[in-house]
């Protein structure tokens, strides 16, 4: 509730701020020699063949990368009827949707769980490495196929503000790291 911000947020206490997506939350494995895929694990959908996780897997290869898990949003930035799309959109679209509505998925990345066999959720503690890496291999251009969220770094007490910039220019919200 963006009422009880100032009270939830009140230190000078270091938090990593981006903006929220309203897709379905997947993890992606990718290995090389095999086919890249995106799982949900409560539900257990499970995809292949998608033109964003395809192009996150070449991405991946040119860099280099042999083994990685990582978490993601997969996203889809249409307007429909008049409203954001939502993840019951998503799931529509990845199953059943056009091959325009399935070019235009996107994979927003979160989080890095391991790359090349290296445990990265020690990172959780310090986010900012894993916001740092992020950027570093995926980018931040949101008309990618993949890319980081936008956020920043910052005091804590500065969240209700961020969310009202957020908000007011038709993002959905924020999600906060400590």
């Not at 270091?14 to 997506?21: A, D, G, R, S, Y």
């Not at 379905?24 to 090389?32: A, C, D, H, N, P």
Request: net charge negative; proline share 6%; aromatic share 8%.
């Amino acid at each position: 509730n963006a009422n009880q911000l100032d009270r939830r947020f009140p230190t000078e206490e270091p938090v990593l701020e981006t903006t929220k997506f309203d897709g379905e939350g997947v993890f992606i494995y990718f290995e090389r020699g095999q086919e890249t895929f995106v799982f949900n694990a409560p539900s257990g959908r499970v995809r292949v063949g998608l033109p964003c996780l395809e192009a996150l897997q070449s991405h991946l290869l040119k860099m280099d990368v042999q083994k990685s898990l990582l978490r993601a949003e997969l996203y889809l930035p249409l307007t429909i009827a008049g409203r954001r799309a939502s993840i019951a959109d998503v799931i529509r679209v990845s199953f059943n949707g056009t091959i325009e509505d399935i070019q235009s998925l996107q994979l927003v990345l979160l989080d890095l769980i391991m790359l090349d066999g290296k445990d990265l959720r020690p990172n959780q503690s310090e986010f900012e490495k894993t916001w740092t890496l992020l950027g570093e291999l995926f980018g931040d251009r949101s008309d990618a196929p993949f890319f980081r969220p936008e956020g920043s770094i910052l005091p804590e007490n500065h969240i209700p503000d961020r969310f009202s910039q957020k908000t007011n220019s038709g993002a959905e919200g924020l999600v906060i790291r400590r």
